[in-house]
């Protein structure tokens, strides 16, 4: 790879590839050491194509989980099975990631911006902009963006749009799918709103247990199938539909906390 080699973002990549392996270095302790990330489906990672792969995903903060994605997915390109130890994956990373991000929030402050090198697609919210609701027009270039790094690789994106759990899928990512025509993997996340500020960069509580559950490619009639019908599929892929909703009582949520904290344990003795 030569030391000026270009993405179709005209980011160069000798120097993405430094800023993975740093970053990752940086935040590996936070999904394998204050907390543990429990992964299932890193088979299903190694069976894909190296290009238009599009991965939907609920979404928990802002920064945490496509940043354990990033973990996730390297891992287990080069050859774990289910887990993230040994960081040596960090050394020749995945160039062609990228993730869909607000505008904005990648405009928010020096950190954001040194992440968005990383693999970030800005685009702006057609829905929400500055804290206040706004009703403009889905911006081409947005689109012709996110076609272009499915033409290039991999595409993380957050169909709901913000780290609110139940929130309706956006039609733009049907309408996405449609167009381009990817391979659609499910990615069902748990644990990083318990484990991490909303931002996702300062650690809240200690020894959580987070998940993190890549499902089989979903099966679309590209040319036939309705917008409404595809928003309906991701909907319970990613475990956020409606019928998923429930009132959780008080001691429920309790017996909950005391499973995660047995879960803990049990897992640092068969690590140990």
Known sequence: MGIFKKNPFGHIL?????????????THSRYNGFNELQIEGSEILR???????????????????????FHVFNASLSGREDHIK???????????????????????GPLARILAYAGAI????????????????????????????????????????????WKPIRKGTAHIIRKYQPIVVPIVIDGFR???????????????????????????DYENEAVESIIEKLEYSIEQHDSFLKVIPESELKAEE??????????KEKKS
């Open 194 to 220: 318990r484990s991490f500020d909303k931002k996702g960069i300062r650690i809240k509580k200690r020894g959580i247990l987070q998940s993190m559950v890549i499902k089989e490619p979903l099966v679309f």
């Open 258 to 267: 005391d499973l995660n904290e047995m879960r803990r344990w049990s897992y």
């Open 122 to 165: 800005p685009v702006e919210r057609t829905w929400r902009a500055k804290g206040k609701t706004v009703n403009r027009q889905v911006k081409m270039s947005d689109i012709t963006n996110i076609g272009k790094a499915l033409d290039d690789g991999w595409v993380i994106t957050f169909p709901q749009g913000t780290t609110t759990p």
């Open 47 to 69: 069976n894909l194509p190296d290009k238009n792969v599009l991965f939907v995903s609920n979404h928990q903060t802002y920064f945490a989980d496509v940043v354990a994605m």
């Open 14 to 26: 000798f120097l993405k590839k430094w800023l993975i392996r740093i970053m990752g270095a940086l």
């Open 86 to 108: 040994n960081i040596g994956y960090l050394w020749q990373p995945k160039l062609n990631l990228y993730y869909i991000a607000a505008k904005e929030t990648m405009r928010s």
